[in-house]
């Protein structure tokens, strides 16, 4: 006896259990919420995005060529200050002993002004390092964004942490992109933007970059309070005081319990 079918499966023109018909169904779903979050992420533009990405680094900064070389290497970039236009510093953690031992090797790559020895710290040590500038700091510079430290790099890759809203995170995605087409995004979510950064204003942020540049936050601190003030031409109070600030913000914000993903 032949099966009995529908009136509503008869109008369908298939069996309701047809795996084709499931698929075409599912794809029409996922393309409709695709489209309904991007017009969600579209329509909140001070929502803040936060995002990890891994992307291969070009020659032509050294860390790439010389993470490629030694994959089993793990590098650290601890901060990164301004030295002069187009010239940056930065505090290195580098995996190997003994201290020092990728000094020379990484003073020989072309944008590598200088680079500094400064401690053996766990298995590996600290490198002061001075560079010109990677297109990607003209880049945050322009969009007024902070970097997020510490940023990973191993094996010719670095995993990168992006906190910035909508319209400019795309345009860090786009500069990613540019420079790794195949790059893998790891994990990305939102909130709200005023939950998560430290609210510095203009001439903190120059005083945390001044102070970050002249060694005072490495490890052993590379000048003293009273050389930085006088390096910066302030009173030592003045900037005592001011560094207790910045301090305090940034604790403040590392130590805020986070807000529920949104």
Excluded at 58 to 87: K, M, Q, T
Excluded at 144 to 158: D, N
């Amino acid at each position: 006896m032949p099966e009995r079918r529908s009136k509503a499966t008869e109008r369908r023109g298939g069996h309701p259990s047809s795996p084709r018909a499931a698929a075409s169904a599912d794809g029409g779903k996922a393309a409709r919420l695709r489209q309904l979050r991007r017009q969600a992420e579209r329509s909140v533009p001070g929502r803040l995005f936060l995002a990890t990405l891994r992307i291969r680094i070009p020659r032509h900064i050294w860390n790439g060529p010389f993470s490629s070389a030694h994959p089993g290497v793990r590098l650290e970039v601890l901060n990164r200050g301004d030295l002069r236009p187009g010239v940056s510093i930065s505090d290195y953690w580098i995996s190997g002993l003994p201290g020092g031992v990728w000094a020379s090797e990484i003073a020989g790559f072309p944008d590598v002004v200088k680079v500094d020895s400064l401690a053996e710290v766990g298995d590996g040590c600290l490198y002061r390092i001075t560079y010109r500038d990677p297109p990607v700091v003209s880049l945050y510079r322009r969009l007024e964004l902070p970097l997020q430290f510490p940023l990973r790099v191993q094996g010719g890759f670095i995993t990168w942490e992006v906190a910035a809203r909508y319209a400019e995170f795309q345009e860090i995605l786009g500069h990613a992109r540019a420079a790794d087409p195949a790059l893998s995004i790891v994990s990305i979510r939102r909130r709200p933007l005023r939950s998560h950064l430290p609210l510095l204003t203009a001439s903190q942020q120059e005083l945390l970059n001044q102070a970050m540049a002249a060694g005072y936050f490495a490890v052993p601190r590379g000048i003293t309070l009273t050389a930085l003030a006088r390096k910066l031409q302030r009173s030592k109070s003045s900037i005592s005081e001011a560094l207790a600030l910045i301090e305090q913000k940034l604790f403040e914000t590392a130590l805020r319990p986070p807000t529920a993903p949104v």
